[in-house]
């Protein structure tokens, strides 16, 4: 069973930066889109971002457009979640997630299944 420990996260003033990272274990990371999932206090977990197994291909959501980048470095089992300009508004808990070894790329959420501690991110004003 894969194991994903995040790291990275923190406290930060609105228009700064930080940069989460997630260590996945196993052999099986370089054959898994990985992604990267919040959830503020009071709502649904969202996807914010995902990145296939080769790395070329991704996906962002509206509200991370231009901001976030994912990154993965296949021979450090590490994904990479780089955020600009943070907001207020993206203060929640970061996760990321695994999905099944075969799966290239997805923006669907169900399809992560596997899931770190998450890290907490506040931005304040």
Avoid: H
């Avoid at 274990?25 to 898994?32: A, K, L």
């Avoid at 995902?50 to 991704?58: A, H, R």
């Avoid at 994904?79 to 907001?87: A, C, D, G, I, P």
């Amino acid at each position: 069973q894969v194991q994903l420990v995040e790291s990275g996260g923190g406290s930060v003033q609105a228009g700064g930066s930080l940069r989460l990272s997630c260590a996945v274990s196993g052999r099986t990371f370089d054959s898994r889109a990985m992604g990267w999932f919040r959830q503020a206090p009071g709502k649904e977990r969202e996807l914010v971002a995902s990145i296939s197994w080769s790395g070329g291909n991704f996906y962002y959501a509206d509200s991370v457009k231009g901001r976030f980048t994912t990154s993965r470095d296949n021979a450090k089992n590490t994904v990479y979640l780089q955020m600009n300009n943070l907001k207020p508004e993206d203060t929640a808990v970061y996760y990321c997630a695994a999905a099944p070894p075969g799966t290239y790329s997805s923006q669907n959420a169900a399809d992560f299944r596997s899931w770190g501690q998450g890290t907490q991110v506040t931005v304040f004003s």
